[in-house]
């Protein structure tokens, strides 16, 4: 029946597109490895462990967790600091509107819808600056939101 045929058609564009977002990547620095996508009431921000208080949590030897707040306009925690030679998963979420969360220059980049938490590994490689940026439109102040990523 046509219900079917259309969920193997749906099915098949989402391989295809977890393929380009694999292949796609170019590494500057950074590399991302993996993005997906959680659900969150976005007006009980305060509530919830992960971002009542947006921070860079050490988890393993080598590997962070960034819970990172994504408002009109700016990114909280401001900078995130990590390591060098580490896997850093970023959680990103929006308390109001829909914002972008990139780390200039990579190909790490994801879209912050409120409701959801947009998940995002990278491996970070040499230390250094990097700034992230919203690249989606998300009001009067959308081109001055930005933030800072710092590689130690
Ligand atoms: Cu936030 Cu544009």
Known sequence: ???KIWLVLAMIMIVGFLTTVTYGATAVGIEMISDEEDTID????DEDPRFAEPR???????????YVVAQQYIFSPDPIEVPANSTVTFYVTSPDVIHGFQVAGT????????????KLTVETEEPGEHGIVCNEYCGSGHHVMEGKLIIH
């Open 42 to 45: 976005p007006g009980a921000l």
């Open 1 to 3: 029946n046509y219900e």
């Open 56 to 66: 860079v949590e050490q988890v393993g030897e080598n590997e962070y967790e960034a």
């Open 107 to 118: 190909n790490a980049n994801t879209m912050v819808i409120p409701g959801e938490v947009a």
